[in-house]
């Protein structure tokens, strides 16, 4: 025998109340949000970021795509999202305007279908489709390289700071095994090489550094030479870098004993940069000085003069070179003509300078007086 049961007014009532109130509920809960990725190829994107931001509270959900380009997230608020997919740091593709509700909600990222939608707009042919795919390719490439680059500098520097030159050498040795087309790179490498060769004490393991150091130099230089001869417009700045690479090339050469491509580079980027010319000289006649080649030296300092007025310590050291070529008559030093000038000129410079006392003590040996109008005024003229 069947036995039914009478259902208590009370019971239906609150059955009717529950009812009514799980809508309301449903609305104030949160939503589950998934999709699949896929790049200009139909492939699945893994490793991707997925991201929902909402429009009305800025709040973010950053979501990993899986190894099939799949994400899903359930607990997000209901509202209006901007969806973003972005790989590597570089934003692929993004939709407006997202609703999430409280029930699943799907948004698919198909790069090969948005590209040809985007090329039937701009009525492009499927060779011009696939030539832009290349070329977003390529862009999205060198923005990743340039970042991999920006990082090597970055950790080379903060690494050459502390005082960790080796780790600064290998770390630019990398960068330019990831790209060796970038002068930059060549630069900085051979600016870490001749600092590393000169904490060295074993002669020829300092040769072989600076040796490296010279290559390195020499490679920013082809680099950035080819970079400008490939331009139209020169570029007066890329003629300034490209000066300061073979002046720090002649440094490198002239620290490995190699004199002739020390002055050649010197003069080189003198040539490149006038302006800069009276350093790129006065470098010249320094390493003829040491070389112990007074006239080369003088003429050098010469050079540094005519093109840098101002430049005292050309004064100097060319007084000092001159000084080298004075004769004794008796117990009398004699110095060729100019160099009682020199050391004037540098002393109305810089009469303060740090070649002060020495120039005074010079022009003291060969008789002659300290003669200048710094600080002085020039007489009316009648």
């Known amino acids: 025998m069947k036995h039914r ?42 490793g991707a970021t ?17 190894s ?36 699943e909600t799907t948004i698919d ?17 499927p060779e011009q489709v696939k030539a832009r795919q290349e070329q977003q390719e390529k862009i999205q490439k060198e923005n990743m390289t340039v970042k991999s680059l920006n990082e090597k500098l970055a950790a080379a520097k903060q690494a050459a700071e502390a005082g960790d030159i080796e780790t600064a050498v290998s770390t630019l040795t990398q960068a330019t095994e990831i790209d060796p087309n970038r002068d930059l790179l060549w630069a900085k490498l051979g600016e870490y090489e001749v600092t590393s060769a000169n904490k060295l004490t074993d002669a020829a393991e300092k040769t072989k550094r600076y040796d490296a150091a010279v290559a390195a130099y020499q490679k920013a230089v082809d680099l950035k030479q080819k ?49 800069g010319a009276g350093q790129y000289y006065f470098n010249v006649g320094a390493i003829m000085t040491n070389a112990g080649k007074v006239d080369d030296a003088l003429a050098a300092f010469d050079k540094a003069i005519a093109a840098d007025p101002n430049r005292a310590d050309a004064y100097y050291w060319k007084g000092v070179n001159l000084i080298g070529k004075a004769t004794l008559k008796g117990d009398k030093m004699v110095a060729p003509d100019g160099t009682a000038e ?17 120039a005074k003590q010079m022009l003291a040996s060969i008789g002659a007086s300290i003669e200048t109008q710094y600080g002085k005024k020039k007489p009316p003229k009648k």
């Open 50 to 66: 997925v991201s929902w931001v909402s429009g009305e509270t800025g709040h973010k959900y950053d979501l990993k795509t899986n």
């Open 68 to 103: 099939k380009g799949e994400y899903f997230s359930l607990g997000v608020s209901p509202g209006k999202y901007t969806v973003t997919l972005s790989q590597n740091g570089q934003e692929l593709f993004h939709y407006n305007g997202a609703q999430v509700t409280p029930d």
């Open 5 to 46: 049961f009478a259902t208590p007014v009370f019971i239906v009532a609150a059955l009717l109340a529950a009812l009514c109130v799980a809508p309301a509920l449903a609305q104030n809960g949160s939503g589950t949000v998934k999709g699949m990725c896929k790049d200009r190829d139909g492939k699945p994107i893994a």
């Open 342 to 358: 020199a050391f004037n000129k540098y002393l109305e410079l810089q009469p303060n300078g740090p070649f002060a006392d020495p």
């Open 227 to 275: 970079s400008i001869d490939a331009t139209t417009q020169k570029s007066p700045d890329a003629t300034k870098v490209l000066a300061q690479y073979y002046n720090n090339l002649g440094q490198a050469a002239g620290k490995d004993g190699k004199t002739d491509d020390a002055v050649k580079a010197y003069t080189q980027a003198a040539q490149l940069d006038p302006t």
């Open 109 to 125: 990222f198909d790069l090969q279908k948005e590209q040809a939608k985007a090329a039937a707009g701009a009525g492009l042919t």
